[in-house]
Nanobody
Framework: QVQLVDSGGGLVQTGGSLRLSCAAS????????MGWFRQAPGKEREFVAA????????YYADSVKGRFTISRDNAKNTVYLQMNSLKPEDTAVYYC?????????????????WGQGTQVTVSS
């Protein structure tokens, strides 16, 4: 059973940084694509970033490109989202997700496993 546990959220001022973690267990993830999504109050869930576990190839939403970095640690089975230059519009619940079919895609429907979410709040 795949389990994803998100952590690392918090309250930060505009321009600050946070690093989110997603601890993955229950399977071998070498063929997976791991993604980060977010959902702000009253808004639809949106794609943030994704990474192909085997190669480290990453894909970003335009809104975070140049500010956020997704990475993975094979030894720890953990995916990270380093978020720099945070803005109030980055405020949302952030979710880690896993795509077992290995598609590097921003489509949330392709991700069959989800973490519980971690709140990120950026104050102005």
């Amino acid at each position: 059973q795949v389990q994803l546990v998100d952590s690392g959220g918090g309250l930060v001022q505009t321009g600050g940084s946070l690093r989110l973690s997603c601890a993955a267990s229950g399977h071998t993830f070498s063929s997976y694509v791991m993604g980060w999504f977010r959902q702000a109050p009253g808004k639809e869930r949106e794609f943030v970033a994704a990474i192909r576990w085997s190669t480290g190839t990453a894909y970003y939403a335009d809104s975070v490109k140049g500010r956020f970095t997704i990475s993975r640690d094979n030894a720890k089975n953990t995916v990270y989202l380093q978020m720099n230059s945070l803005k109030p519009e980055d405020t949302a619940v952030y979710y880690c997700a896993a795509n077992h079919r290995g598609l590097l895609t921003p489509n949330g429907r392709e991700y069959g496993y989800w973490g519980q979410g971690t709140q990120v709040t950026v104050s102005s």
